[in-house]
């Protein structure tokens, strides 16, 4: 089906785990942290908010390269998630999803902390006042209320971490089947000659993957205004 | 018979709030002009704010104590509160919103329950639409119902029929009567309008710049007119 090679499918195939695997892994995370910024006053606050928005507005080598001398098998972080669980980042394909969820993280916390901003906190004492504990307040009526800003937020991360090139192909190279995503793919077929073809099927793909990830944010919007305001 | 006695101290910003008084079964107004700290009081009652110093008992539980450092949350101390402005969960249904109490505290669902309240405030043919479908009198009634559903020991409303215009407030007005003949619930009604008050309470609780002025019988909303002419 449009004359893609076996080796095209899999830089497709890999994009897309990799986007949702990062995109997975960076919701709850997006999602806790954005409820700090927008809700907690703390020490180190400016610090913490400063350090999420990092990556979008460093070079994305600057964050692969900070990402490969923490996150590889001697870097500090790298080296003890092997040693006590055995797990490996560096030049494999979960490395590829780390760099995209970091990279996608900052464009998945700005619209959730807005989201949880503009909530009207006074529905939450109604729903205390209706017996509901913390933690069911925030389950049945904060995180509903603010699902319409953690769509956005996925979205924009998915987008961003399907895209993601910089940051990737520094920190995990640009392995074919393992770390060679769509993008990187494009970049190794322009490097080649007789690579323009095939780059231009991949990059067709590409703005596909991306209208479709834009009408499915657009209808899942929608959704939850219906749900919101009555039909 | 005393069911609520409160006796609360609280600075709110220029204001201090010294509120001292006991409400019996029936309907107590909490009645006075804007400003005086009605909702404030109703919002200690309900745990939404913490008073500085002093207590408040319901029914012989504590619900807070500053000497003994008692504070039921919110969540615990099973107070219908009723909203000036609702407040009902707009992505929930109506139905949802009047179940959402029973859902919060774990009880098996009542069908008996839910349409003797639906049937007393009018609302069985609301279920299915969203509060943002629903007019001003409409949400009210919900909000009452879904008070009333969680089975609260006090009923707390504030200036519930404010948002409405006079026609919509002569529409719940009867609502509110028949609740407090028939709902066997305490009533705590707050408001700044004698003529609701007086259909409604058999108590007045009279509040003025965070202090109560004046307790007794509908003869205090006498006054109060008096007083503004």
């Not at chain 1, 709850?28 to 927008?38: N, Q, R, T, Y």
Request: include cysteine; aromatic fraction near 8%.
């Amino acid at each position: 089906m449009l004359g893609l090679t076996p080796e095209e499918w899999t830089a497709v195939a890999l994009s897309l785990r990799i986007a949702i695997v990062a995109t997975a892994w960076a919701l709850p995370f997006g999602i806790a942290i954005g409820w700090l910024l927008a809700r907690k006053n703390f020490w180190g606050k400016t610090l913490l908010d400063g350090l999420v928005f990092l990556p979008l507005v460093l070079p994305p080598v600057v964050t692969g390269y900070l990402l490969l001398i923490s996150f590889g098998r001697r870097g500090p972080i790298g080296a003890f998630l092997y040693d006590y669980f055995g797990i490996v980042f560096s030049f494999r394909w979960t490395g590829a999803a780390l760099s995209c969820g970091i990279m996608g993280f900052p464009l998945l916390v700005r619209p959730v902390r807005l989201a949880l901003e503009a909530i009207d906190r006074r529905l939450e004492d109604a729903a205390a006042t209706l017996g509901a504990n913390s933690v069911l307040v925030f389950f049945t009526v904060t995180l509903p209320l603010a699902l319409p800003g953690i769509i956005v937020g996925v979205v924009l991360c998915f987008a961003r971490a399907l895209g993601e090139f910089g940051a990737t192909i520094t920190f995990v190279s640009n392995i074919p089947g393992e770390t060679q995503t769509i993008s990187a793919a494009i970049y190794t077929l322009t490097q080649v000659p007789g690579g323009d073809a095939a780059a231009g099927r991949l990059v067709l793909i590409a703005i596909a993957l991306a209208f479709a990830a834009l009408i499915a944010s657009e209808w899942l919007s929608r959704r939850a205004a219906i749900r919101f305001h009555g039909e | 018979m005393i069911v609520l006695a409160l006796d609360v101290e609280k600075r709110l910003g220029t204001l201090m709030l010294v509120v001292r008084f006991e409400a019996a079964a029936g309907a107590t107004a909490l009645f006075g002009p804007s400003g005086a700290g009605k909702t404030s009081v109703a919002n200690m009652i309900a745990g939404l704010i913490t008073p500085d110093r002093g207590s408040i008992v319901l029914d012989g539980t504590v619900l807070f104590d500053a000497g003994a450092g008692i504070n039921v949350p919110p969540h615990k101390r099973r107070i219908g509160y009723v909203f000036q402005e609702g407040r009902l969960f707009p992505h929930l249904s109506v139905r949802q919103n009047l179940d959402y109490g029973r859902r919060m505290s774990g009880r098996p669902r009542d069908a008996k329950e839910f349409e003797r309240i639906a049937a007393l405030l009018d609302i069985g043919n609301l279920l299915d639409r969203r509060p943002g479908m629903l007019s001003g009198g409409e949400r009210q009634r919900v909000a009452v119902g879904r008070a009333l559903l969680m089975r609260p020991r006090l009923l707390l409303l504030d200036e519930p029929l404010a948002s409405l215009d006079a026609a919509r407030k002569r529409e719940i007005l009867p609502y509110l009567v028949r609740l407090r003949d028939d709902a066997q619930v305490p009533i705590v009604y707050v408001s700044h309008m004698p003529a609701e008050v007086r259909r409604i309470a058999t108590t007045v609780v009279r509040l003025d710049a965070g202090r109560v002025v004046a307790t007794g019988g509908l003869e205090l909303l006498q006054d109060a007119e008096a007083d503004a002419l």
